[in-house]
């Protein structure tokens, strides 16, 4: 058991009385430390920092909406200049949303403690395994001003940013490439800052793009003060769609699910316990709607943008029994809570479970008085109690919110009787 403060360091621009932009950070702490045993807390509890966020926002938003029409015009003319090697601008979707919307920044915020990607385009384009096509499409951004952002990256071992045989920081591309077929050695046309991509499989649900973020080389900030703006990379209208619809009755009921104080590593949690039970639940929540509605939306969007000649187009579904299923999956998570909690209660309440915690949280690590007295041992227990009540209503406020999204999406995918 661990008990870390909420703590994060955030660049936020707000105009001040004399109109210039100026880079604030904010620190927010908590009042107390934060239990995460059996738990995951959410990057940002602290309603005055998630005010400051909403305010910060807001006073960003008009430089946002110009950096995005900027960017937006720079992209439509870079694509224009590459059409030929298959890419397509979508004026009408792209002018739908140029920026993040505020409550999808706050969100994003709460659950990975940033939002890089607040201004972002989208770009057709078919032939995702042809590396000398996106290196036109590199070349016409650079001469509209635009290039890829630049990352450091910490070594997991060391905890130290990632250093070359020189001992000069290394620097990657932000660039995310989620598809079959592109290795680190068939980016080698694009260079070896480009070769340090990062790689990956398609998604479970067979999703795949190209995902990467563009700073402007006109402006002569630092790199990492510039602001990025996101492209990503679909195979045309169809996949768009279903990327929609897979996000709304997909996706946003699974994240819902994942923001309640639940581990849900089913290996963290004692084997037959109400954690144990909430894990494996979720897992099979989640597994069930990619099976039924993310793979075969993805698998038909790919089908219908290549035009695949007698591709079988597969049913967007979910039967009767497995529409059951999903439901009391949902329910039997709610009604577990109750013992979930009473079962980290108990273990919380135990003064050696207390005296871990204290020892290993980072007030303790500072303080110059290492003593910890009975006192200190009665309030850390009282403080604990009061957050697990906190949590407990706020996961059943959202489990009646996820089990509603589900009903949503068996209404939209459930084979009716």
């Known amino acids: 058991m661990q008990i870390t403060p909420i703590s994060q360091n955030l660049c936020t621009n707000y105009n001040i009385q004399n109109k210039k932009t100026q880079t604030i950070r904010l620190q927010p702490q908590l009042s107390c430390d934060t239990v995460s045993f059996g738990a995951r807390a959410p990057k940002f509890e602290n309603s005055f920092f998630m005010d400051a966020l909403s305010r910060g926002y807001d006073s960003i938003e008009p ?14 003319r870079a694509i224009d200049k590459v059409k030929a090697y298959g890419f397509e601008y979508d004026v009408e979707y792209n002018s739908k949303c140029p920026i993040k919307h505020k409550n999808s920044v706050m969100d ?8 890089q990607d607040m201004i972002r385009g989208t770009v057709y384009w078919q032939d995702q395994q042809d590396v000398l096509s996106f290196k036109k499409f590199l070349e016409a951004m650079k001469e509209e001003g635009w290039i890829l952002a630049r990352l450091r990256k910490i070594d997991p071992e060391t905890g130290k940013f990632i250093k ?4 000069q920081i290394l620097r990657y591309p932000d660039l995310e490439i989620r598809q079959n077929g592109v290795t680190e050695e068939s980016l080698a046309p694009l260079g070896e800052f480009i070769q340090r991509a990062e790689i990956s499989r398609p998604r479970a649900s067979t999703y795949a793009d190209w995902q990467m973020r563009f700073v402007s080389s006109n402006n002569k900030a630092k790199m990492e ?3 990025e703006c996101e492209v990503i990379f679909l195979y045309g209208k169809n996949y768009k769609d279903a990327k929609e ?4 009755y997909v996706y946003e009921p699974i994240r819902e699910l ?9 290996e963290h949690h004692p084997r037959g316990s109400a954690g144990a039970t909430i894990a494996n639940n979720c897992k099979e929540i989640q597994k069930l709607l990619v099976q039924f509605i ?6 038909n969007a790919f089908n219908a943008d290549l035009k695949i000649k007698d591709a079988v187009k597969l049913p967007v579904e979910i039967s009767k ?11 039997s998570v709610r009604k577990m809570m109750t013992t979930y909690y009473k079962e980290l209660n108990t273990e919380l309440q135990k003064d050696e479970r207390i005296i871990e915690s204290i020892k290993s949280s980072p007030s303790f690590q500072i303080r110059t008085n290492k003593t910890i007295d009975v006192q200190e041992i009665k309030e850390t227990k009282k403080a604990i109690k009061n957050r697990l009540a906190d949590w407990k209503e706020e996961d059943s406020e959202r489990m009646n919110k996820v089990i509603e999204d589900l009903k949503s999406t068996i209404t939209k995918f459930g084979i009716k009787d």
């Open 258 to 266: 994942k923001k309640i104080h639940v581990d849900m590593d089913i």
């Open 63 to 76: 430089e946002l909406i110009i950096t995005a029409k900027k960017f937006h015009a720079s992209l439509q």
């Open 108 to 115: 994003k915020y709460e659950r990975q403690g940033s939002a």
């Open 225 to 227: 003060d510039r602001r």
């Open 294 to 299: 993310s793979k075969p939306l993805f698998v």
């Open 164 to 167: 070359g045989k020189n001992g």
């Open 321 to 331: 029994a497995y529409s059951n299923l999903i439901i009391n999956y949902a329910n």
């Open 245 to 248: 619809l897979e996000h709304k």
